[in-house]
């Protein structure tokens, strides 16, 4: 069964610090994308990763992909409030079918 | 405007009714998806479609129908709705060469 894990679930973290969301899966892909989404809200694609070693950055956040390891990461560098948020990544196994994470809820604390 | 469009945006039915939840896409993107997000799970694929007349099920589709006749529209159905399926779902749509989904604004669902 396909799993695609995210930790942590939730994470408090203050204005300022750095921190790091791991992106565990279980299948064989090389596309993943990260998603935003604030309470009550659709969901904003903030990152397409397309291959082994992609890193993508903007602004505070920055996102990589190890495809042998399975693994992608979103780092947040010197946190702001308006990162507060829940973040999701997706894995593409096949033909554009994304499978979701259960989210990262981020609130960034003055 | 372009974009995708869901509707309604607000429902409440009774177990046993019968909705439909409509999508509705400018963009003429070959694939579209429906996905419902329920706390603790994240967001699961009910049914995709690659193409006009192309459907296929996705990790949840039980108690759901799907039809693509045009491109731009791709109705979900509950034909008998259950408690079991109250949640917000998600219509979406992408290009195949691109693979990033844009998303509706949700359509939240409350069966009683």
């Known amino acids: 069964e396909l799993k695609v894990e995210q930790n942590p679930l939730f994470l408090s973290m203050q204005e300022g610090k750095n921190y790091t969301i791991y992106c565990n899966y279980s299948?064989?892909?090389?596309?993943l994308y990260w998603y935003r989404q604030d309470p009550g809200k659709s969901l904003e694609s903030l990152f397409v990763?397309?291959?082994?070693?992609a890193v993508k950055q903007e602004g505070r956040l920055m996102a990589s992909l190890d495809t042998k390891a399975r693994l992608s990461t979103l780092h947040i560098t010197a946190a702001v409030h308006d990162l507060s948020a829940t973040y999701f990544c997706?894995?593409?196994?096949?033909?554009?079918?994304?499978?979701f994470g259960t989210g990262t809820l981020l609130a960034v604390q003055p | 405007d372009a974009g995708i469009t869901q509707s309604p945006r607000y429902k409440i039915t009774e177990t046993g009714r019968q909705v439909t939840l409509m999508c509705h896409q400018t963009?003429?993107?070959?694939?579209m998806f429906w996905y419902r997000q329920d706390l603790g799970h994240g967001l699961r694929l009910i049914y995709y479609?690659?193409?006009?007349?192309?459907?296929d099920k996705g990790e949840v589709p039980d108690g759901y129908v799907v039809s693509r006749s045009k491109t731009e529209n791709f109705p979900l159905t509950l034909e008998s709705a259950t408690r079991s399926q109250t949640s917000v779902y998600f219509c979406?749509?992408?290009?195949?060469?691109?693979?990033?989904?844009?998303f509706g604004e949700g359509s939240r669902l409350t069966v009683l």
């Open positions: 979406a749509s992408s290009e195949p060469d691109v693979g990033e989904l844009f």
């Open positions: 299948t064989t892909s090389d596309r």
């Open positions: 990763l397309l291959s082994n070693g």
């Open positions: 997706a894995v593409d196994i096949e033909a554009n079918k994304l499978i």
């Open positions: 963009w003429s993107h070959s694939y």
């Open positions: 479609s690659a193409a006009a007349d192309i459907t």
